[in-house]
């Protein structure tokens, strides 16, 4: 099995703040959540752990799984937003507006990493863990994780992308004989 979790908040995700690269660690509300999402996780044997570079999925990696050593992947990293890191989410200029309106059919504008391009990098990493046996926990964020969800459900047609996943939301997808499932969301 494969569990997907977003990491915790962070003091961006407090100000309403397009985060994307920007490296903030977890605050205490993100901690905790981590915390809880390991309760969750508490019978769960992993047998592998990957992590996004930023420190918030490593902080929550470490807290979500704390038995296993995450391995850093660069390709779990989040979307970059590039000039628009740090936008107010409240204000956010005409461009994203737009561009947040309709993912599916609008391109980010530019400066910004496509989401075709989120969808291809986190998907070749799915496509090398494919045959790993075992549970393999991925800490990540949420565009990265709308990006997997993507992949994983070819005909979603980008529902996930307009889709809210909180901090610490977890996924599952089966992967049996080479096969992927269809991700569900743990409760």
């Known amino acids: 099995m494969i569990y997907m979790i977003r990491h915790g ?9 397009l985060q994307g690269r920007s490296d903030y660690p977890l605050d205490d509300t993100g901690v905790a959540q981590a915390l809880a999402a390991a309760e969750k996780l508490k019978d769960i044997r992993f047998d592998r752990v990957f992590t996004s570079p930023l420190k918030r999925a490593v902080q929550t990696a470490k807290l979500a799984a704390p038995s296993v050593e995450p391995v850093i992947e660069d390709r779990l990293i989040e979307m970059d ?5 740090g936008t107010d989410l409240t204000r956010l200029p005409p461009e994203i507006l737009t561009f947040f309106s309709d993912f599916v ?13 989120v969808v ?13 046996e075992g549970n393999t926990l991925l800490s990540v964020h949420a565009i990265s994780m709308k990006g997997m969800l993507e992949y ?10 307009s889709k809210n996943i909180g901090n610490c939301a977890v996924y599952i997808v089966q992967n049996q004989g080479g096969k992927f499932g269809v991700p569900v969301e743990m409760r």
């Not at 937003?81 to 890191?85: I, S």
């Not at 291809?120 to 494919?130: M, N, P, Q």
């Open 152 to 161: 994983l459900t070819p005909g979603s047609n980008g529902v996930y992308w």
């Open 105 to 117: 059919h609008n391109p980010a504008p530019e400066g910004m990493e496509q989401l075709s391009a």
């Open 120 to 132: 291809e990098r986190v998907g070749s990493f799915l496509e090398e863990i494919r045959d790993l």
């Open 9 to 17: 908040q962070t003091e961006m995700n407090n100000r309403r703040a």
């Open 81 to 85: 937003y590039g000039p628009y890191e």
